[in-house]
């Protein structure tokens, strides 16, 4: 894939059938089509100039600054990687041109378009090994499932802080479907239903 950056630092994807030539690009943008070539291009580019890009893409996390101008590269390399190529092909080209002359004919001025960036799918968070997150999904995949008490003990949460973590969290932002019960001794048992 072609990658084409403009001064606004919009940054649009290309197949390579419908990737714009060197001739075809303006003057304000420059193209790259691997990490090396936008770490050569990233080597003329003020630091601030980075931390808009990042900062621009879809699903990044804002950043105010990065350790080096390398990890700064790799980073917008890796997340670029999602874009999806922007169609380019000889009959949206003419159709532009017929609509262009429409409006021209008929003393309608066109506005700049800006390139549309692709949202990157939604992927379910993953738990490091050894996390409280980790631990709550651990315990409440168990057969029996986990009683209030014995998560807080796990966590060192308080009950509030436990509650907020399932309903919040595992309910709302990942999915889970997590049911809430009283057993025998009526203590209240979480349990991630399948």
Do not use: C
């Not at 309608?108 to 949202?119: D, F, G, W």
């Amino acid at each position: 894939m072609t990658f084409v950056i403009d001064a606004e630092n919009n940054i649009t994807a290309y197949t390579p059938d419908t990737a714009p030539s060197g001739t075809e690009v303006k003057l304000s943008e420059e193209s790259f089509g691997s990490e090396k070539e936008l770490a050569a291009l990233a080597g003329t580019w003020p630091g601030a100039r980075l931390i808009e890009i990042w900062n621009s893409l879809p699903g990044a996390t804002p950043v105010k600054k990065f350790t080096d101008r390398k990890s700064a590269v790799a980073r917008i390399w890796k997340s670029i990687q999602s874009l999806t190529p922007a169609p380019e092909t000889e009959t949206t080209e003419a159709a532009t041109k017929a609509i262009k002359g429409k409006k021209a004919a008929h003393g309608v001025k066109e506005k700049p378009v800006k390139a549309t960036k692709a949202k990157p799918a939604k992927e379910p968070g993953t738990a490091r090994d050894g996390s409280k997150k980790a631990v709550i999904l651990e315990l409440l995949e168990q057969k029996g499932g986990a009683t209030l008490g014995e998560i807080m003990t796990a966590t060192g949460w308080q009950a509030h802080s436990v509650r907020g973590f399932i309903s919040g969290h595992l309910g709302k932002k990942l999915g889970f479907s997590v049911d809430s019960s009283k057993n025998n001794t009526g203590e209240r048992v979480y349990r991630i239903s399948r």
